[in-house]
Protein backbone atom coordinates (compact mmCIF):
# COMPACT_ATOMS: atom_id res chain seq x y z
CA UNK A 1 0.00 0.00 0.00
CA UNK A 2 1.35 3.68 -0.63
CA UNK A 3 1.31 6.24 2.55
CA UNK A 4 -0.52 8.39 -0.30
CA UNK A 5 -3.32 5.64 0.88
CA UNK A 6 -4.01 8.09 4.21
CA UNK A 7 -7.23 7.05 6.43
CA UNK A 8 -8.30 4.10 3.37
CA UNK A 9 -8.11 0.79 4.28
CA UNK A 10 -7.34 -2.09 2.61
CA UNK A 11 -11.24 -3.68 3.13
CA UNK A 12 -12.86 -0.37 2.18
CA UNK A 13 -10.52 0.14 -0.61
CA UNK A 14 -11.68 -3.54 -1.99
CA UNK A 15 -15.16 -2.99 -0.92
CA UNK A 16 -15.60 0.46 -3.04
CA UNK A 17 -13.66 -1.33 -5.96
CA UNK A 18 -16.25 -3.91 -5.88
CA UNK A 19 -19.36 -1.22 -5.62
CA UNK A 20 -17.11 0.48 -8.94
CA UNK A 21 -16.84 -2.72 -10.61
CA UNK A 22 -20.50 -2.91 -10.85
CA UNK A 23 -22.11 0.48 -11.21
CA UNK A 24 -19.45 1.57 -14.88
CA UNK A 25 -21.02 -1.80 -16.38
CA UNK A 26 -24.27 -0.54 -14.79
CA UNK A 27 -26.58 0.34 -17.53
CA UNK A 28 -29.93 1.15 -16.52
CA UNK A 29 -31.69 2.78 -14.50
CA UNK A 30 -30.12 6.02 -16.94
CA UNK A 31 -30.18 9.40 -16.63
CA UNK A 32 -29.04 11.07 -19.67
CA UNK A 33 -28.02 15.13 -19.89
CA UNK A 34 -28.99 14.52 -23.51
CA UNK A 35 -30.52 17.15 -25.60
CA UNK A 36 -32.25 15.84 -28.49
CA UNK A 37 -32.14 17.21 -32.10
CA UNK A 38 -34.44 15.12 -33.87
CA UNK A 39 -35.61 11.50 -33.81
CA UNK A 40 -32.40 9.43 -34.53
CA UNK A 41 -30.86 11.27 -31.42
CA UNK A 42 -33.27 8.55 -29.58
CA UNK A 43 -30.18 6.18 -28.04
CA UNK A 44 -29.46 4.24 -25.27
CA UNK A 45 -26.30 5.36 -22.93
CA UNK A 46 -24.58 2.79 -24.90
CA UNK A 47 -24.72 3.98 -28.06
CA UNK A 48 -24.14 7.60 -26.76
CA UNK A 49 -21.98 6.68 -24.63
CA UNK A 50 -19.68 3.91 -24.88
CA UNK A 51 -16.58 4.91 -22.44
CA UNK A 52 -18.46 6.12 -19.90
CA UNK A 53 -22.19 4.42 -19.89
CA UNK A 54 -22.80 3.27 -16.51
CA UNK A 55 -23.80 4.17 -12.77
CA UNK A 56 -26.69 6.01 -13.68
CA UNK A 57 -25.37 9.20 -15.25
CA UNK A 58 -22.19 10.11 -16.88
CA UNK A 59 -20.24 12.15 -14.87
CA UNK A 60 -20.81 8.91 -11.88
CA UNK A 61 -19.38 6.68 -14.16
CA UNK A 62 -16.40 8.93 -14.84
CA UNK A 63 -15.58 9.23 -11.42
CA UNK A 64 -16.31 5.80 -11.00
CA UNK A 65 -13.93 4.83 -13.20
CA UNK A 66 -11.02 7.40 -10.82
CA UNK A 67 -12.22 5.20 -7.97
CA UNK A 68 -10.67 2.15 -9.65
CA UNK A 69 -7.81 3.35 -11.08
CA UNK A 70 -7.14 5.44 -7.14
CA UNK A 71 -7.82 1.66 -6.03
CA UNK A 72 -5.34 0.16 -8.30
CA UNK A 73 -2.60 2.41 -7.95
CA UNK A 74 -2.93 2.34 -4.12
CA UNK A 75 -3.25 -1.52 -3.46
CA UNK A 76 -1.96 -2.78 -6.14
CA UNK A 77 -2.01 -6.50 -4.48
CA UNK A 78 -5.59 -6.59 -3.95
CA UNK A 79 -7.33 -9.13 -6.06
CA UNK A 80 -9.52 -6.86 -7.38
CA UNK A 81 -7.10 -5.51 -9.52
CA UNK A 82 -7.69 -7.76 -12.17
CA UNK A 83 -10.82 -6.43 -12.82
CA UNK A 84 -9.86 -3.14 -12.36
CA UNK A 85 -7.47 -3.75 -15.83
CA UNK A 86 -10.04 -5.64 -17.38
CA UNK A 87 -12.30 -2.58 -17.24
CA UNK A 88 -10.18 0.01 -18.33
CA UNK A 89 -8.78 -2.53 -21.22
CA UNK A 90 -12.53 -2.38 -22.64
CA UNK A 91 -13.52 0.65 -21.69
CA UNK A 92 -10.71 2.91 -22.79
CA UNK A 93 -10.31 1.78 -26.12
CA UNK A 94 -9.68 4.68 -28.78
CA UNK A 95 -12.68 3.76 -30.46
CA UNK A 96 -14.90 4.46 -27.53
CA UNK A 97 -12.78 7.70 -26.82
CA UNK A 98 -13.15 8.57 -30.04
CA UNK A 99 -16.90 8.23 -29.70
CA UNK A 100 -17.16 10.32 -26.92
CA UNK A 101 -15.30 13.16 -28.82
CA UNK A 102 -17.96 13.13 -31.54
CA UNK A 103 -20.91 13.52 -28.93
CA UNK A 104 -19.09 16.63 -27.40
CA UNK A 105 -18.67 18.29 -30.95
CA UNK A 106 -22.39 17.98 -31.51
CA UNK A 107 -23.38 21.70 -31.07
CA UNK A 108 -26.05 21.03 -29.01
CA UNK A 109 -23.39 19.62 -26.51
CA UNK A 110 -21.95 22.52 -25.99
CA UNK A 111 -22.66 22.77 -22.14
CA UNK A 112 -22.52 19.08 -21.47
CA UNK A 113 -21.36 18.06 -18.23
CA UNK A 114 -20.14 21.62 -17.86
CA UNK A 115 -18.16 21.54 -15.28
CA UNK A 116 -18.35 18.93 -13.37
CA UNK A 117 -18.08 15.93 -15.07
CA UNK A 118 -15.25 17.96 -16.97
CA UNK A 119 -13.63 18.01 -13.71
CA UNK A 120 -13.64 14.55 -12.92
CA UNK A 121 -12.70 13.82 -16.73
CA UNK A 122 -9.25 15.24 -15.88
CA UNK A 123 -9.19 14.34 -12.46
CA UNK A 124 -9.66 10.41 -14.00
CA UNK A 125 -6.60 11.67 -16.31
CA UNK A 126 -4.41 12.93 -13.04
CA UNK A 127 -5.01 9.78 -11.46
CA UNK A 128 -3.57 7.73 -14.25
CA UNK A 129 -0.97 10.17 -15.19
CA UNK A 130 0.06 9.50 -11.05
CA UNK A 131 0.78 5.89 -11.46
CA UNK A 132 3.85 4.41 -13.04
CA UNK A 133 3.14 1.51 -14.77
CA UNK A 134 2.76 0.96 -18.99
CA UNK A 135 -0.43 -0.08 -18.69
CA UNK A 136 -1.89 3.48 -16.92
CA UNK A 137 0.54 5.11 -19.19
CA UNK A 138 -1.58 3.22 -22.21
CA UNK A 139 -4.75 4.43 -20.89
CA UNK A 140 -3.49 7.94 -20.37
CA UNK A 141 -2.45 8.07 -23.74
CA UNK A 142 -6.30 6.69 -25.23
CA UNK A 143 -7.73 9.12 -23.15
CA UNK A 144 -6.01 12.18 -24.11
CA UNK A 145 -8.08 13.64 -27.34
CA UNK A 146 -10.87 13.62 -24.38
CA UNK A 147 -8.82 15.87 -22.29
CA UNK A 148 -7.88 17.89 -25.20
CA UNK A 149 -11.43 18.53 -25.38
CA UNK A 150 -12.24 19.25 -21.67
CA UNK A 151 -9.53 21.57 -22.04
CA UNK A 152 -10.61 23.44 -24.88
CA UNK A 153 -14.37 23.63 -23.25
CA UNK A 154 -12.92 25.21 -20.05
CA UNK A 155 -10.94 27.77 -22.18
CA UNK A 156 -13.53 28.61 -23.82
CA UNK A 157 -15.76 28.96 -21.51
CA UNK A 158 -14.36 29.93 -18.27
CA UNK A 159 -13.16 33.93 -19.33
CA UNK A 160 -16.69 34.66 -20.38
CA UNK A 161 -18.20 33.16 -16.98
CA UNK A 162 -18.66 36.58 -15.85
CA UNK A 163 -20.14 35.24 -11.95
CA UNK A 164 -19.29 32.18 -10.13
CA UNK A 165 -22.07 29.39 -10.00
CA UNK A 166 -22.14 29.23 -5.54
CA UNK A 167 -24.53 26.43 -5.43
CA UNK A 168 -23.73 22.75 -3.54
CA UNK A 169 -24.78 21.27 -7.00
CA UNK A 170 -23.14 19.83 -9.92
CA UNK A 171 -22.06 23.14 -11.78
CA UNK A 172 -20.78 24.75 -8.22
CA UNK A 173 -17.29 26.47 -9.81
CA UNK A 174 -15.04 26.23 -7.38
CA UNK A 175 -15.58 22.40 -7.69
CA UNK A 176 -15.45 22.89 -10.93
CA UNK A 177 -11.65 24.87 -10.73
CA UNK A 178 -10.16 22.82 -8.04
CA UNK A 179 -9.79 19.66 -10.12
CA UNK A 180 -8.94 21.28 -13.08
CA UNK A 181 -6.26 23.46 -11.51
CA UNK A 182 -4.66 20.09 -10.44
CA UNK A 183 -4.71 18.24 -13.81
CA UNK A 184 -3.30 22.15 -15.30
CA UNK A 185 -0.54 22.06 -12.94
CA UNK A 186 0.60 18.35 -13.02
CA UNK A 187 0.45 18.37 -16.83
CA UNK A 188 2.51 21.39 -17.21
CA UNK A 189 -0.51 22.60 -19.10
CA UNK A 190 0.16 26.24 -18.54
CA UNK A 191 -2.86 27.66 -20.57
CA UNK A 192 -5.38 26.45 -18.01
CA UNK A 193 -3.82 27.12 -14.86
CA UNK A 194 -3.55 30.31 -15.88
CA UNK A 195 -7.31 30.61 -16.98
CA UNK A 196 -8.05 28.84 -13.60
CA UNK A 197 -6.56 30.69 -11.40
CA UNK A 198 -7.54 34.10 -12.72
CA UNK A 199 -11.12 32.54 -12.83
CA UNK A 200 -10.73 31.88 -8.85
CA UNK A 201 -9.33 35.34 -8.42
CA UNK A 202 -12.06 37.27 -9.99
CA UNK A 203 -14.83 35.00 -8.57
CA UNK A 204 -13.33 34.54 -4.93
CA UNK A 205 -10.56 36.73 -3.43
CA UNK A 206 -12.83 39.43 -2.77
CA UNK A 207 -15.33 37.33 -0.61
CA UNK A 208 -15.38 37.74 3.08
CA UNK A 209 -17.63 36.55 6.04
CA UNK A 210 -19.83 33.67 3.59
CA UNK A 211 -22.75 32.98 5.17
CA UNK A 212 -22.30 29.34 6.69
CA UNK A 213 -25.12 29.53 8.77
CA UNK A 214 -26.91 29.19 5.52
CA UNK A 215 -25.72 25.38 4.32
CA UNK A 216 -27.09 23.27 4.13
CA UNK A 217 -29.36 23.60 1.20
CA UNK A 218 -31.80 20.50 0.86
CA UNK A 219 -30.16 18.68 -1.89
CA UNK A 220 -26.76 20.07 -1.16
CA UNK A 221 -23.92 17.54 -2.14
CA UNK A 222 -20.94 20.32 -2.27
CA UNK A 223 -20.60 22.92 0.64
CA UNK A 224 -20.05 26.16 -1.04
CA UNK A 225 -18.24 27.89 1.45
CA UNK A 226 -16.18 25.09 1.88
CA UNK A 227 -15.47 24.18 -1.63
CA UNK A 228 -14.37 27.59 -2.35
CA UNK A 229 -11.84 27.69 0.50
CA UNK A 230 -10.78 24.27 -0.35
CA UNK A 231 -10.41 25.55 -3.99
CA UNK A 232 -8.68 28.78 -3.04
CA UNK A 233 -6.04 27.16 -1.45
CA UNK A 234 -4.34 26.35 -4.53
CA UNK A 235 -4.51 29.38 -5.49
CA UNK A 236 -3.32 31.60 -2.49
CA UNK A 237 0.37 31.48 -1.32
CA UNK A 238 0.30 29.74 2.03
CA UNK A 239 0.52 33.07 4.14
CA UNK A 240 -1.70 34.91 2.01
CA UNK A 241 -4.54 32.08 2.17
CA UNK A 242 -4.04 32.28 5.90
CA UNK A 243 -5.45 35.93 6.01
CA UNK A 244 -7.73 35.33 2.77
CA UNK A 245 -9.52 32.17 5.05
CA UNK A 246 -10.10 34.14 8.46
CA UNK A 247 -11.61 37.47 6.23
CA UNK A 248 -13.99 34.58 4.10
CA UNK A 249 -15.11 32.30 6.75
CA UNK A 250 -14.07 34.13 10.41
CA UNK A 251 -16.30 31.47 11.31
CA UNK A 252 -13.94 28.71 11.14
CA UNK A 253 -12.25 30.52 13.95
CA UNK A 254 -12.69 28.69 17.38
CA UNK A 255 -14.72 25.84 18.61
CA UNK A 256 -17.96 27.92 17.23
CA UNK A 257 -17.10 25.98 13.69
CA UNK A 258 -18.07 22.71 15.18
CA UNK A 259 -21.32 23.59 16.30
CA UNK A 260 -21.95 26.00 13.05
CA UNK A 261 -21.14 22.90 11.01
CA UNK A 262 -22.74 19.88 12.19
CA UNK A 263 -22.70 17.01 9.93
CA UNK A 264 -25.89 16.99 7.82
CA UNK A 265 -29.16 14.70 8.71
CA UNK A 266 -30.28 12.66 6.33
CA UNK A 267 -33.84 11.44 6.52
CA UNK A 268 -34.30 9.01 3.48
CA UNK A 269 -31.51 7.26 1.33
CA UNK A 270 -33.97 6.16 -1.30
CA UNK A 271 -34.81 9.75 -2.36
CA UNK A 272 -31.99 10.76 -5.11
CA UNK A 273 -32.02 14.17 -3.95
CA UNK A 274 -31.82 13.92 -0.40
CA UNK A 275 -29.44 11.02 -0.32
CA UNK A 276 -27.10 14.19 -1.50
CA UNK A 277 -26.45 15.43 2.23
CA UNK A 278 -24.39 12.00 2.82
CA UNK A 279 -22.18 13.30 -0.09
CA UNK A 280 -22.53 16.67 1.49
CA UNK A 281 -20.82 14.97 4.99
CA UNK A 282 -17.91 13.42 2.92
CA UNK A 283 -17.18 16.64 0.79
CA UNK A 284 -17.49 18.60 3.78
CA UNK A 285 -14.62 16.15 5.21
CA UNK A 286 -12.22 16.27 2.47
CA UNK A 287 -12.70 19.97 1.83
CA UNK A 288 -11.68 20.71 6.18
CA UNK A 289 -8.74 17.94 5.33
CA UNK A 290 -7.53 19.98 2.46
CA UNK A 291 -8.47 23.51 3.89
CA UNK A 292 -5.93 21.69 7.64
CA UNK A 293 -3.31 20.96 5.20
CA UNK A 294 -2.71 23.91 3.89
CA UNK A 295 -2.27 26.02 7.45
CA UNK A 296 0.55 25.91 9.47
CA UNK A 297 1.10 22.99 11.87
CA UNK A 298 0.62 25.46 15.11
CA UNK A 299 -2.89 27.41 13.55
CA UNK A 300 -5.81 27.62 16.36
CA UNK A 301 -8.07 26.44 13.31
CA UNK A 302 -6.47 22.92 12.93
CA UNK A 303 -7.56 20.91 15.95
CA UNK A 304 -11.49 22.26 15.40
CA UNK A 305 -11.72 22.25 11.96
CA UNK A 306 -9.67 18.24 12.15
CA UNK A 307 -12.39 17.53 14.64
CA UNK A 308 -14.85 18.78 12.50
CA UNK A 309 -13.67 16.67 9.18
CA UNK A 310 -13.56 13.74 11.13
CA UNK A 311 -17.38 14.20 12.41
CA UNK A 312 -18.28 14.75 8.78
CA UNK A 313 -16.04 11.95 7.76
CA UNK A 314 -17.80 8.88 9.71
CA UNK A 315 -21.26 10.37 9.06
CA UNK A 316 -20.74 10.51 5.17
CA UNK A 317 -19.46 6.50 5.79
CA UNK A 318 -22.42 5.25 7.31
CA UNK A 319 -24.21 6.30 4.39
CA UNK A 320 -22.06 4.46 2.12
CA UNK A 321 -23.28 1.48 3.86
CA UNK A 322 -26.21 1.81 2.48
CA UNK A 323 -27.21 -0.63 -0.77
CA UNK A 324 -29.79 1.88 -2.23
CA UNK A 325 -29.02 3.10 -5.94
CA UNK A 326 -29.81 6.75 -5.26
CA UNK A 327 -26.49 6.51 -3.34
CA UNK A 328 -24.70 3.58 -4.28
CA UNK A 329 -24.15 5.13 -8.25
CA UNK A 330 -21.43 7.90 -6.19
CA UNK A 331 -20.93 8.24 -2.48
CA UNK A 332 -18.06 5.17 -2.89
CA UNK A 333 -16.24 7.74 -4.90
CA UNK A 334 -17.18 10.78 -2.60
CA UNK A 335 -15.40 8.32 0.54
CA UNK A 336 -12.48 7.13 -1.21
CA UNK A 337 -11.60 11.20 -2.08
CA UNK A 338 -12.75 12.10 1.74
CA UNK A 339 -10.25 9.13 3.21
CA UNK A 340 -7.16 10.42 0.84
CA UNK A 341 -7.83 13.94 0.75
CA UNK A 342 -5.50 15.39 3.18
CA UNK A 343 -2.31 12.92 1.54
CA UNK A 344 -3.29 14.54 -1.99
CA UNK A 345 -3.57 18.27 -0.71
CA UNK A 346 0.06 18.11 0.15
CA UNK A 347 0.96 18.07 -3.62
CA UNK A 348 -2.14 20.86 -4.89
CA UNK A 349 -1.05 23.36 -3.12
CA UNK A 350 0.41 26.53 -4.94
CA UNK A 351 4.40 26.58 -5.60
CA UNK A 352 6.50 29.01 -5.94
CA UNK A 353 6.59 29.80 -9.48
CA UNK A 354 3.32 27.98 -10.07
CA UNK A 355 0.32 29.85 -12.18
Known sequence: MSATADLLSTEQAAAFARIALGNVVREYPAK???????????????????????????????????????????????????????????????ANIAAEC???????????????GWAWLLELAHELARATDESAARWQRTLRPLVEVIVAGYLEYLPRQR?????????????????????????GQRALA???????????????????????SGSDFLSPALMEADCMRRVLAPEVYDAWLAACLPALDGDGAVALLAPALVDERSDGQLVHLDGLNLARAWNLRGIVA?????????????????????????????????????????????????ADAAHASPVPGAP
Not at 44 to 64: E, I, K, N, T
Not at 107 to 114: I, N, V, Y
Not at 165 to 176: K, M, P, T, V
Open 163 to 187: YAIRHGLHANSAFGLAFALDWARAS
Open 32 to 94: QDHVLGGPDDVQGPRQLHPAFYGSFDWHSCVHMHWLLARVRRLFPFLPVVGAIEAIFDAHLTP
Open 194 to 216: NTCTDAAQRWFVDDCDVPVRWEP
Open 102 to 116: AYCARPLARGFERTY
Open 294 to 342: ALRPNDARVAPLSHLAALHLAAGLAGVASDDYGGAHWLATFATLALTAQ
